[in-house]
Structure formats: C-alpha cells, structure tokens
C-alpha cells in the first residue's frame, strides 16, 4: 500500500475535525440540555415530542379548568346548603303556625318572619360566584336571575347550565340553572295533588293521597268531590271526561258520607281520603300534579299565615294551607337537596379528575424528558472520550507530519 | 570510445530528467487532481560486435502518469452523489430546523391558539380571555407566514443556485470541450506512448469539478476527447463542442426555473431526472421533493384549520348576540394562483380550481400537486403527481372535485394542453384572521332550549346543537314550541317548522327543525312545553367555544372520505415534521457514507496517483547519484582518450 504525502496531511486534518465535529455537537448537548438539534437527528422522538409537549399543554389547561370547575361547584354547593338548612327553617315556622292555641297575631309574626325568609332565598337564588357571573342564571349569568315584583318572583334566566372541559372527553356542568331548583317544584305528592276549595264552608279535609296502581292511572285527568245536600253525599266527577267516576260499576252519584269516619276513595289507581263535616256545595278537587316555584309557596304561605282565622271554617282552610305549603317546602328541599347532590357528585369527579391529569402531567412530562433531554452522566462521559480521540488524533498527526526523510539530507 | 560518451550523455540526460520529474511531482504534491510522474527508462539496442552485443546505455521513452481509470470515474461518481445528497441536506436542514423547534416552529402557536379558545370557554364573557384568544390567532398567523416566507426564500434560493450551477457548468464544459481539443491536436502529434499528462490531469480535475456540479459520464473518444453526457445520456460535451445550458422559467410553475439546453438555433427543456447528481441535481430534488412537499403540507394544514374552525365559528353566536362570521380569512376568497397553464399550451383554455369547505372538503385534501391534461374531445385526465394517480374526468362531470379540490373549466383548451394545479401551495401565505373585533368572538349557541316552567312530567331537553355546515337556517332563532299532546305525541309549532301535529315522541331521539337539534328524554306530562329559541343575553354560554376547543382533538385532515376517521392538525403538522426529520436524517446518512465512499475512493486513487515526498526525496537521490556516476563516466572517458591521444 502506498501513502502519498497529500493523504497524510488529509486524513490527519480529516480526523481532527471530525473529532471538533463531535466534539461541538456534545457540547451542544450538553448546553442546550437537549438530547436533539433538529428532527433529522431522531424524526420519530421530534414527531412524539411535538404531541407530548401538546398534550402537556392541553393538560394544563384541563387543569385551569378543573380549578375554576371545582371553585364554582363549591360556591353553588355551599349556597344550595344554606338554601336546605332555610328551608328546613322554614318548615319549622310553618309546623309551629299550626298550633291552634296560636292567635292571629302570632301568626303574622311567623309570616313576617317567613316573609324575610322569602328574601333571603330571592338573595340566595341571585348568588353569583367570585367573577361575578350569577350562578343560577344558566347561560344568561349577567342578569341577575329572580327579582321581586310585587307578590310574585320572576325568573330572568335560561334553562342553560355552563360547561368546563375538565378532560379529553368530559365536559363538566359547573352551574345548575334556577328554573330546575326553584322553578320548578312537583306539587302534591308527584301525580296529584288533592285540595279543598278556598270557598267550602264545612271542615271537611281531604289528605295527600297516594297512588294505588301506576299501571291504571288515567295521565291528565281531574277529578272533583262534590258535597250534596247536608254534606251527608257526594258525587265523584271525572271532569276531564265529563262524566261521574264508576268504581266497581257502581256509578258515584250521591255516595252516603259519614262525616264522624270520613271516607276513602280508591278508583283509577289513586286514593285519597276526605275527613270532617263538609257542607252543601264544597268540593274538594284531584288534579294531575304541576309545578309551583319555591318562592310562590312562600308567598302563599306568607298570605294563608296573615289572614285572620274566622271559625272552623277559616281552620279548616289555614290547615289545607299549611298542609300544602309542607308539601311543597318538602319537594323543594328534595329539589335544593337533588341539585347539591349533583353537585357534591361533580365535585368529586373534578377532584379525581385532579388528580388523573397531575399524574397524566408528571407521566407526560417524563417521557416528553425522555424524549428530549439528554443524559449528562452520557454526555459527560462521552465529552471526556472525544476529547482524548481529539487530542490523540492532533498529537498523532504531529508526530507523523513530522517524519520526512527531507530531515536527514 | 564515442560510444561511451554517448552511453554517458544518455545517462546524464535520464538522470536530469528524472531529477526533473522528481522536482514536478514534488511542487505538484499539493495540486489537486494531479497524478505522480514517472520516467519510463528503457535500455538502448545493443551495438553487435565481433565480441557479441556491446550495452548502448538507456534512454527515457516517455514520462507518464501514475493513473488509474476505474478510480478516477468512482472519484468523480461518488463526488458527484455524495455533493448532491449534501446539498439536498444541507437545505433540508435548514427547513427541518426551523420546523422541528420547540419553540419556533408552528406547534407552539397552534397549542396557543387552542389554548386560547379554551380561555375564552372558561370566561366566555371575559374581554381580556377573547383578547388572549384573538392575539393567539393572529400570532398562529404570523407564525404560518414567516415559515411560509422561509420556503419561499428557499424557493427563490433554489432557483438562484440553479442559475449559479448552470453558469458554473457552462464555464466547465467549454473549457473541457477546449482541452479535448487541444489534447487531441498534442496527442496526434505525439510519439507512441508519451501523453501530455499535464492537461490531462487538467482535464480530469475539470470533469471532477463538473461532476460535483451535475452528474457527467464520461465516454472516452478515439483522439483521446471525453465526451460527457448527463444520467439519462443527454450530451453536455461532445469532442470541442459545449452544449449550453441555461434557465427559464418552469413550464408548469412560473415561479419555479427550468434549466434548457441549447440544440443549436433551438433549446430544449430539461426535465429534473436529466440533472441528476451534483450540486443542481440537489438542488432539483430538494425544490422537487422536501421544499414543495414541506409546503403544500403546511398549506394544506392551513387551509384544513382556517375552513374547519370558520364552519364551527359561523354556528355560534357572538357577544353582541350576532351569528358567528369567519374567524380566519376563508381561503377560496383570495386564491386565484393555483392553477398555472403550461407555457406549451396551444389553446386559451381556462382552468381554475378551488378548495371550499363544502362537504368538509378541506378535510381529503392531499399535500401533492395535479396536472390536468386534455387528452382527447371532452376528455380530461387529472394526475396526483405524489403517485401518478390518474382520475379520468369528461366535460360533462365538470365541475369535479377529486380529493377535495373542485375543478371547472370555463374555457375549453386545446387537445394537448396541460394545466398544473397547486391547491395547497399558497395556504400558509393566505392564512389570516379576519376577525378583529374581540366581542365578535361567537363563544355561544345562537339557540336556548328550555323545558316549560309549570311542566309537571320529568321530560328534560337537551341544550341543543346547530346543524353544521354553515350557514345557518334562515329561521333558527325563531321561537319554536313543542307541546305535549299525550305521552307518545307532541305538536309543534313556530315559524319554519310547518307546525306538525301528533310528532311520534322518542326519548332521546334527535329533533330537529329549523337547523338545530334537540333531544327531549324522560316522560314529559301530557301539556307539557318545551321551547327552543334564541340564546338572548346567553353570555355565559360557551358551546360553540368548547365545540372549536374540541377540534383540537378531532381527526379532521387526511380523510379518505367525508366523515371518515382523519388526523388532528398537531398530528398533520407532525407528520410534516417527521417527514422533513426522517428525509434529513436519511440524507444525513446517505450524504454520511457517499462522503465516506468519495474519500475511500479519493484514497485508492491517492494510493497509486499521489505523490509521496520520501519517495520522491529517495528518487532525487537516486537520479542525483546516477547523476554523479554519469559524470564520472564522462570524466573516464576523458581519460581514457587523453590516454589515447598521449600515446605517441
């Protein structure tokens, strides 16, 4: 083999910057605390840096949004209890407005009292969380959802409930809107409701009732018990279909009525029970069940509460009122309770949700190291060796540079 | 006794023309592409005497070089390879930087922007949340710009080194075509065996140099000319004539440049596959390859981004209760380059292609480029250029659109005549935002659903979803209400919906009218309502917000077909970088052992043409004592004639 002089030089000088080349790049490294410069140096960890940085980025977001979830669930969550705790206040006064030893004006002072309950709720339902958006108003969080207009409350929301992106593939409600809690509270016992006419003149009381067989009920229909001469008789009439009620063939026309046991009726799969000494002409009504808002029960109570109690009459017509505001207080409790159920259930969920995305951050955070940082006890080590190649190559090339036999002649 | 003289002289004469030669190649062992000399020393006839045959001496016949063909066309063939893939690379490079960086290239932005609409669906109403959303669009836009501005300087840099290339080639090739003709003139005259070494390591040196340039076989002619010809044996050099090359503008792409040759009053275009190797060869296949590929992705990328999020944002409702406009410019509007008539055309045929995001057509786009060609009467043939695909289209299917590009021609052409379509080249340079006003954000529905306030049954109603695509029905905010007519029927009523009666009730079975959909589920009470309406003073309301927020993850690009499953825009933008990175890595491989064969190849070479100064150095010596010798030859003869003439 020959070696020209040409090539001497040449590899020599060509070994020495190679041993630079890599030299740089492992500085680079170890500088840059980056594994790679550019794709071309590992195209499959650049291409899966790139999506793991988004992912963490994307992650980071879920978790402001898992913040700002948490925080407005909490809100609502505490108001929704303190709305339970006024109901059950609320329920309290009514019980004791029962009492017959009461005098009118003790109970227009537990009216007036429930009356400033009534505007602590109105306060409570206009709740906003910390930015200021109102927390019962659905999607429309600017207005301010229930004001007062002379007896009555109206709402001024929408029926929207705002949702965060707390994961890929989960959107959180983080408010419920008021129409759903306080809106809209079933009346009666959920099906029907029974009452007595405001004008009956006797004592006669009818109670809650209760659904017998779902499967017989007639969906809408009314029903009406009309008292006859003497309240000894009654008629029942189906006034949706116009006509009288048969039970067992037996057409319910001047039924006898005893006023000292009262009287159940069991027919289309409801029953419910009349008590007391009805007079000529009062009728107790069974409607399908509809929905009064929270705030109406409280007026109606407010107004049953202030009217002065005239005779067994006048009892018998704050009884039915007192009976009706329980059942509604009662229904909309469920509903206040139902609404911070859910919400202690998101609650919960955001918080595991928490803690799946800083693990999922950590998990990602590590690959996406893995991926592109370097390994210094590597680099170090492979610093030190380029660095002897380098030296060894310049020290090498002198020395052989150096042979001529040009020295000798 | 002259005799000895002249076997002294002879002898004198060879040693000072090997110490000559010794001295050439010793200035000469630093010149490139020079091939050691040696003296080649062949003994003089003998004199045939009575005492048998008397040594006349030695005579030098010729000089010639140390050379080996076979090395010297792998020399030039990996140098050709090894600086056309390093070219390639090394622009590679430069677009792999620039898009695989964690910091300047799109995916930060892209992030940004999503990030922003997320902030805006978190604070829906929130000024500064939209402001950070705008300011994120709009840097999304500066960013698809300045790496657009990259590959356009790149383009224009191409096309500025093919210039240089070509003037470069030129310049080689007539001077080759010089040299042939001088070595063949020098040759003819020539003794047997003595070549003018000299120009012919010249010679090489320039073929090596063109190679570099642009890849030139070598076939060796009979008067010792090299004729050069390119990969696919188009002639650049034939004997003492040149064929020159120069640029003009490409027939399909104006703005790319072609390079031509001249056949004498009339020039030919010269397809990419002749010019191959080199430095142009590079240069072509980068244009050809990475840069165009690079950038019809990133545009399809903008194009699929700017038409996908404008149809989500236009079935929104902004803060001023207005239905949502285009967020981003839309791109058929101002498009008007993509489609380039062949210079070579004979008709005034006219052709314009469009992409629009009816039918989610944005989302089949490809990255390639189409030629359309009409073939015969009425007959067109449309060719994906990324793997020759050909759709054969007829006047009559006109307008058609293949992989999401629409095409229409207005203006019949000329059988023959070819059209290059480029529908995603100029997406990037187009993608803007066109939204400047920050409340014109549309964060929400533009409909609100609501269960009616005295319903006594359970029925709840979803919060509803507007029909996508864009636009809008006409009568979507009208109020529409459906009342419960029986457990199983409802009637509705409102404008636009023709007010049905008895509908059949489902739970959970999509409603729709007027453009929107609901779904009421639960067991709705006979008379109960449900309205559907529009969404005034919704400003909390971030559906449409969360709905563009999701397209982040949605697979919305490279569709097989409307609907089918696609890849998210990080994912497309990935695939650009892991393309760009894995071509830069396998031509940092390619272009990694090609040098290595160039320099295996220069070594072997080196090996038997270099010159070894020891050697020579021992050479001088040798020449110099055979130097010395004759001289003392001489000097004997001069004795032995003075002897002669002493005798008396």
Redo the contacts between chains.
Sequence with gaps: ???????VF??GS?AIMQGQVDLMKTQQQISSGRKF????????A??N???L??GV??NA?YQ??QK?ALGTLTQAESVLGDIGSLLLDVRTSTLAAGNNNLLDSDRQNIAQEIAGRLQQLIGYANSTDG?G?YLF???????QPYSQTGTSVV?AG????????VS?SR?IDV?VNG?GVF??V?TGNGVFATSALGTNGGTGAIDAGQVTSPAALL??HSYQVVFGAGGTTYTLNDTTAGAVVSIGGVPQTNIAYNSATGATLSFNGLQFSISGAPVAGDKFNVV????Q?VFTTLQNLVTVLNAPVAGAAGRATLNSGIADALTNIDHAFDNALAARTLMGVRMKEVETLETVSSTHDISMKTALSNI?DVDYADAASRLARQQMVLEAAQKSFVTVSHL???NF? | MPGLYGISVGALNNAMTGVYTAGHNISNANTPGYSRQTIEQTTNDPLRTGAGFIGQGATVGAITRLYDGFLTQQVRQANSQAMESSTYLAQMQSIDRLLSDPNAGLSPALTAFFKGVQEVAAKPADIAARQSMLSSAQSLEARFKSINTQFTDLRAAVNTDIQASVTHINALTRQIATMNDQIALLSANAAAGQQPNDLLDKRDTMVLELNKEIRADVVLGGDGSYGLFSSTGQPLVLGNLAYTLSTVPDADNPTDTQVTVALGSSSMRLRAQDLSGGKLGGSLAFRQGGLTDAQNALGRLAIAMTESVNDQHRLGQDLNGALGGVLFTATNSANPNIVYPNSANTGAGVVTASVTSASGNYGLLTASDYRLTYTALNTYSLTRLSDNTVTALTTAGLPATVDGVTISVPTTPAIGDQFMITPTRYGAAQFSVALTDVRKIAAATPISTAAGLSNAGSGTVSAGTVNAPPPTNANLQQPVTITFTSATTFDVTGVGTLNPVGVAYTAGANITYNGWTIQINGTPGVNDTFTVGPNANGLGDNRNARAIGQMQMQGLMGRSAPGATGITYGEAYGQIVSQVGNKSSQLQVNSDSLKALAAAAEKSQNAVSGVNLDEEASNLMRYQQVYQAAGKMVSIAGVLFDTILNIR
């Design positions: 083999m020959r070696i020209s002089t040409k090539e040449d590899s060509q410069m550019s794709g071309a140096d590992d195209p499959v650049a291409a840096g790139l999506r940085r988004q980025e994307i977001q402001v949004n700002a930015a958006s108003g659905g999607y429309n969080d600017t207005t709402y929408d029926q929207g409930s705002r949702g965060l992106q890929d959107v408010s129409a809106n809209r079933p969906p809408g399908p069940t509809t929905v808002s592109e001529t036999l040009f002649i």
